[in-house]
């Protein structure tokens, strides 16, 4: 499967994006979807991730009550809500598939990787 994300920008601390990553390919709904950032100079960390149906999510502490992650099988994409944003929000985000059974929530579960979409939270 191949990934292509979009929606990143330049947003005012307290407001809100939407990534959008769309997949390539068939089966889409056979793959776990995640989405990791990585911060300047630092390194790549979990954000959130969904299951095959879109019926369960799991949410870094840092995202959590702020961000919404959900997908739509039949366009073949996942989404990113990004609400409430803060300056330490801002990372060039990547969404990442898998065929696992079961969410994942390190970057090693994840065999395929979007090219990452920048966000930049102003204070």
């Known amino acids: 499967v191949q990934l292509q994300a979009s929606g990143g920008g330049l947003v005012q601390a307290g407001g809100s994006l939407t990534l959008s990553c769309a997949a390539s390919g068939r089966a889409f709904s056979d793959y776990i979807m995640g989405w990791f950032r990585q911060a300047p100079g630092k390194e790549r960390e979990f954000v959130s991730t969904v299951n095959r149906s879109g019926g369960s999510t799991l949410y870094a502490d840092s995202v959590k009550g702020r961000f919404t992650i959900s997908r739509d099988n039949a366009e073949n994409t996942v989404y990113l809500q990004m609400n409430s944003l803060k300056p330490e929000d801002t990372a060039v985000y990547y969404c990442?598939?898998?065929?696992?059974?079961?969410?994942?929530?390190?970057?090693?579960?994840?065999?395929?990787w979007g090219q990452g979409t920048l966000v930049t939270v102003s204070s």
């Open positions: 990442a598939a898998d065929k696992a059974q079961v969410m994942a929530v390190t970057e090693y579960e994840y065999r395929f």
